[in-house]
């Protein structure tokens, strides 16, 4: 059985599914599939997800589907829905941006969800899988790394850090999907409570639908 990952672009598409089903698979009965999809960006996901989860849960073998899992960044979601005017709470963001995408949606077997503020808030849980030459300078956010925000995306934070101490910068597509190998996905859930949410949510459907 499977979920299918619909993600913005290729760090997600590369490093993502295979470090959720690493979490999930020793708590299931049977191993599942993480299949991702990748949009270009995400003007192209809010645009196109409706379609895109349509044509793959519709075109699933009969029985073989767990759910949809809609991931993006938080960070930059306005390039792709416009937040109200006034909304500025990470928590309000999520809920409304959330409740947004699932009603374009509108299929029970859909979940959207997001990374507080990028995907790269998962890697900063644990400093140990960095180059040694940058590990004390990513200390102290790695104890709370979902709260490295808007004003600072971790992403930019990493770039900032790789050029300051090894004189080159992260690249995303690149550096995060060897990253995400090494990542243990537990101390990853363990400091980023966004990250627990989804993930609780992906094995609650699956045991749902392994019978």
């Not at 598409?13 to 470090?19: A, R």
């Not at 503020?117 to 960095?130: A, M, T, V, Y």
């Amino acid at each position: 059985m499977k979920f299918v990952l619909f993600v913005e672009g290729k760090t997600e598409y590369m490093g993502v599914g295979h470090f959720l089903k690493r979490w999930l698979d020793p708590r299931l009965p049977q191993r599942v599939r993480v299949t991702p999809v990748k949009f270009n960006g995400v003007s192209d996901y809010c645009g196109e997800i409706a379609k895109k989860v349509r044509l793959h849960l519709s075109s699933a073998r009969r029985g073989d589907m767990i759910a949809g899992i809609g991931l993006l960044d938080l960070q930059g979601l306005d390039t792709g829905l416009k937040f109200p005017d006034g909304m500025v709470a990470t928590q309000q963001r999520w809920q409304w941006a959330k409740r947004t995408l699932e009603k374009r949606v509108a299929r029970p077997n859909f979940r959207q969800h997001f990374a507080v503020h990028e995907i790269e808030s998962w890697l900063l849980s644990d400093i140990n899988i960095f180059p040694f030459g940058i590990r004390r300078s990513l200390a102290a956010v790695s104890k709370a790394p979902e709260s490295v925000n808007f004003k600072n995306p971790p992403s930019r934070f990493l770039s900032r850090i790789y050029w300051a101490k090894l004189r080159y910068k992260y690249q995303k597509a690149f550096d995060g999907p060897a990253l995400f190998e090494q990542l243990d996905p537990d101390r990853a859930c363990a400091k980023c409570p966004y990250l627990k949410a989804m993930l609780e949510d992906m094995l609650a459907l699956a045991k749902a639908a392994i019978v």
